[in-house]
């Protein structure tokens, strides 16, 4: 198997203008931090970013809007980083708001293969706003869309070189559900093992869908 | 005389009951885990990918926080999980009750909870999701705004989190239950008349004809 194994030098190709990405975490719990700062330091811009949320300003993908580099933002919170909702309100950033539940059902769609989930969460909100309702044995649910991205950045608390990963407890969030959606899934480990190191049975994302390891820690 | 959310936290934690799976929002619903009486063992869902939330500060692990961020632990027989399944436990029915702050609330059970257009948008993060999964909605709200104003209402004019959606709001004023008719008070703070109560709530109630005081409030 192909040692898939990078250091984080060499992740600058991955990033480019305009792009879509995924960032994994959740206030910044299992955000891939040297991975977010890579993009800082290389001064990507017009970023399409999905994300549970925005995390504070100086943790997580919070510094990818101090810094204006996104254009786009789809998450379902914004509260704890208040540049976020300035940006918003001043128009500067275009903000898409998704209930949680319903971010993470479209980021599983995106890497599914389905065409959309149905959700009753919503209806009667402004989120049903400009989507469809189906209405099925008598509820109403909005239809919602797949979410797909060009690259995933995740992070994880262990992988083996083949990229199968383990996650560690709250840090898990919305990793493996990105790791499914994107062109390209970079994992941010902070353990690297070899290739059989890792029990199958406690493979929580397989090798298949990792297509790049950075370690910061144990390699 | 006991402060106002500590008031609220001890009443609403009277609502649960032994075998529950309970979702507590941020600020105030958290306090709910301080006051669960003895003999009650509920499972706290947190939304960000677990279930089994300890108290917090039983732990410094920062890969182990609860919904607000704050480290917290795990009780023995707790499980993780990602966002989906976190979700999927939450819309499925599988979450008895979910304890929500409120910004307003009217008396067709409608939730306003998560903007203010042009002031104050925080995003609606996992709420939307709880209030139309949770077998039983809770809403744990001072009774009025910093401004004196009502968040009681008949109709509410803030985006909603839900319609419909809200079974009982615990306020340091009183207990009220949406029930088809409207809103009915159920529970009076002691030393609170019915009156002050009309007059700081900006919908009509109903006074149930077995108004009692406040429970384990005093």
């Given at each position: 198997?192909k040692n898939k194994q990078l250091n984080i030098q060499q992740v600058s190709e991955y990033f480019k203008d305009g792009m879509t990405v995924m960032v994994g975490g959740f206030l910044g719990v299992g955000t891939p931090e040297?991975?977010?700062?890579?993009?800082?330091?290389?001064?990507?811009?017009?970023?399409?970013?999905?994300?549970?949320?925005?995390?504070?300003?100086?943790?997580?993908?919070?510094?990818?809007?101090?810094?204006?580099?996104?254009?786009?933002?789809?998450?379902?919170?914004?509260?704890?980083?208040?540049?976020?909702?300035?940006?918003?309100?001043?128009?500067?950033?275009?903000?898409?708001?998704?209930?949680?539940?319903?971010?993470?059902?479209?980021?599983?769609?995106?890497?599914?293969?389905?065409?959309?989930?149905?959700?009753?969460?919503?209806?009667?909100?402004?989120?049903?706003?400009?989507?469809?309702?189906?209405?099925?044995?008598?509820?109403?649910?909005?239809?919602?869309?797949?979410?797909?991205?060009?690259?995933?950045?995740?992070?994880?608390?262990?992988?083996?070189?083949?990229?199968?990963?383990?996650?560690?407890?709250?840090?898990?969030?919305?990793?493996?559900?990105?790791?499914?959606?994107?062109?390209?899934?970079?994992?941010?480990?902070?353990?690297?093992?070899?290739?059989?190191?890792?029990?199958?049975?406690?493979?929580?994302?397989?090798?298949?869908?990792?297509?790049?390891?950075?370690?910061?820690?144990?390699? | 005389?006991?402060?106002?959310?500590?008031?609220?936290?001890?009443?609403?934690?009277?609502?649960?009951?032994?075998?529950?799976?309970?979702?507590?929002?941020?600020?105030?619903?958290?306090?709910?885990?301080?006051?669960?009486?003895?003999?009650?063992?509920?499972?706290?869902?947190?939304?960000?990918?677990?279930?089994?939330?300890?108290?917090?500060?039983?732990?410094?692990?920062?890969?182990?926080?609860?919904?607000?961020?704050?480290?917290?632990?795990?009780?023995?027989?707790?499980?993780?999980?990602?966002?989906?399944?976190?979700?999927?436990?939450?819309?499925?029915?599988?979450?008895?009750?979910?304890?929500?702050?409120?910004?307003?609330?009217?008396?067709?059970?409608?939730?306003?909870?998560?903007?203010?257009?042009?002031?104050?948008?925080?995003?609606?993060?996992?709420?939307?999701?709880?209030?139309?999964?949770?077998?039983?909605?809770?809403?744990?709200?001072?009774?009025?705004?910093?401004?004196?104003?009502?968040?009681?209402?008949?109709?509410?004019?803030?985006?909603?989190?839900?319609?419909?959606?809200?079974?009982?709001?615990?306020?340091?004023?009183?207990?009220?239950?949406?029930?088809?008719?409207?809103?009915?008070?159920?529970?009076?703070?002691?030393?609170?008349?019915?009156?002050?109560?009309?007059?700081?709530?900006?919908?009509?109630?109903?006074?149930?004809?077995?108004?009692?005081?406040?429970?384990?409030?005093?």
């Open positions: 198997m040297r991975l977010v700062n890579a993009i800082s330091n290389q001064g990507i811009k017009n970023i399409t970013l999905i994300t549970n949320d925005t995390s504070l300003p100086d943790k997580g993908v919070g510094q990818l809007i101090v810094n204006r580099q996104v254009k786009k933002l789809v998450a379902s919170h914004i509260g704890t980083n208040p540049e976020t909702g300035k940006q918003m309100i001043a128009k500067e950033l275009d903000v898409e708001l998704v209930p949680q539940g319903t971010l993470a059902e479209r980021i599983r769609c995106g890497g599914s293969g389905l065409g959309g989930v149905l959700t009753p969460t919503g209806v009667g909100t402004i989120v049903e706003e400009n989507k469809q309702k189906i209405c099925v044995d008598g509820r109403v649910y909005l239809l919602e869309k797949p979410l797909h991205a060009d690259i995933a950045l995740i992070k994880a608390k262990k992988a083996d070189k083949a990229g199968n990963i383990i996650y560690d407890k709250a840090a898990r969030n919305f990793n493996p559900l990105m790791a499914m959606a994107a062109d390209v899934v970079i994992a941010e480990v902070n353990e690297l093992v070899e290739i059989g190191e890792i029990v199958p049975d406690e493979v929580m994302t397989t090798g298949v869908l990792v297509d790049k390891i950075i370690c910061v820690e144990a390699c | 005389m006991m402060k106002a959310k500590e008031q609220i936290a001890r009443r609403v934690a009277m609502e649960l009951k032994d075998g529950d799976v309970v979702n507590l929002g941020i600020g105030l619903p958290t306090m709910v885990a301080n006051y669960i009486p003895k003999g009650i063992d509920v499972m706290l869902e947190s939304e960000n990918g677990f279930i089994g939330l300890g108290a917090v500060g039983e732990s410094t692990d920062p890969n182990l926080v609860n919904a607000g961020g704050q480290p917290c632990g795990i009780i023995p027989g707790g499980a993780m999980f990602d966002s989906a399944m976190s979700f999927a436990l939450i819309r499925g029915g599988h979450v008895d009750v979910t304890v929500l702050g409120g910004l307003q609330v009217d008396q067709k059970g409608n939730l306003a909870n998560w903007m203010i257009p042009g002031k104050m948008v925080p995003g609606m993060g996992g709420a939307m999701d709880l209030v139309i999964g949770a077998k039983k909605v809770i809403v744990a709200m001072e009774h009025c705004s910093k401004d004196g104003s009502a968040k009681i209402l008949n109709c509410c004019n803030l985006p909603l989190t839900g319609k419909g959606v809200v079974d009982l709001i615990v306020t340091e004023l009183g207990v009220f239950r949406v029930i088809k008719e409207g809103l009915l008070l159920e529970e009076i703070a002691q030393g609170v008349n019915i009156e002050t109560v009309k007059n700081k709530t900006g919908a009509d109630l109903i006074i149930s004809k077995h108004l009692i005081y406040m429970k384990n409030v005093s």
